[in-house]
T-cell receptor
């Protein structure tokens, strides 16, 4: 089955800095890679996703890159704000999602 | 509210009791997924349906767990003879068919505490 590894597990940045979270996956059949943001006590919220036929996708301050050959994908957040503080999960899918273990991002004002 | 809904939001039960949770997906979504999330971990896949058909079950899913989606709309997840290790957040998600969109949207979850 699919295995997704995510790092770092915690990330602290100053407001306005960039944050990068990286994930690797094992199953070359996976073709869909979403990122979710989860605030304490709340449901995971989809923030951006990428399909395997695309190398990069951007939505305002958030971007995701995918390297299918190396089986890794990354989330980039620019101009971080305190409200970006949350746990971020990457996932890979050929049907059901396999999630990484999460990155706790803390943006210091 | 047209999002995914789950009921109940919280459930406290004693070890050995049976519990049942309900999920109502987004109305036009054909696929419905169940996940379990423990503190500090990512959601873990349990099972999923396409319309009424249960297409996949995790190998980790104990035979004490059963799920149904009898009319292709809402789904129920039942846990029999609950154990303390079953304490977790049970999340439901729904999506369209792969050719129509891959995005999975989550419900608020049912938090189960087994005492």
């Amino acid at each position: 089955g699919e295995n997704v590894e995510q790092h770092p597990s915690t990330l602290s940045v100053q407001e306005g800095d960039s944050a990068v979270i990286k994930c690797t996956y094992s199953d070359s059949a996976s073709n869909y890679f979403p990122w979710y943001k989860q605030e304490l006590g709340k449901r995971p919220q989809l923030i951006i996703d990428i399909r395997s036929n695309v190398g990069e996708k951007k939505d305002q301050r958030i971007a995701v890159t995918l390297n299918k050959t190396a089986k890794h994908f990354s989330l980039h957040i620019t101009e971080t704000q305190p409200e970006d503080s949350a746990v971020y999960f990457c996932a890979a899918s050929g049907g059901a999602l396999t999630f990484g273990s999460g990155t706790r991002l803390q943006v210091q004002p | 509210d047209t999002g995914v809904s789950q009921d109940p939001r919280h459930k406290i039960t004693k070890r050995g009791q049976n519990v049942t949770f309900r999920c109502d997906p987004i109305s036009e979504h054909n696929r419905l997924y169940w996940y379990r999330q423990t503190l500090g971990q990512g959601p873990e896949f349990l099972t999923y349906f396409q319309n009424e058909a249960q297409l996949e079950k995790s190998r980790l899913l104990s035979d004490r767990f059963s799920a149904e989606r009898p009319k292709g709309s809402f789904s129920t997840l039942e846990i029999q003879r609950t154990e303390q290790g079953d304490s977790a957040m049970y999340l439901c998600a729904s999506s369209r068919l792969p050719g129509q969109g891959y995005e999975q949207y989550f419900g608020p979850g049912t938090r189960l505490t087994v005492t």
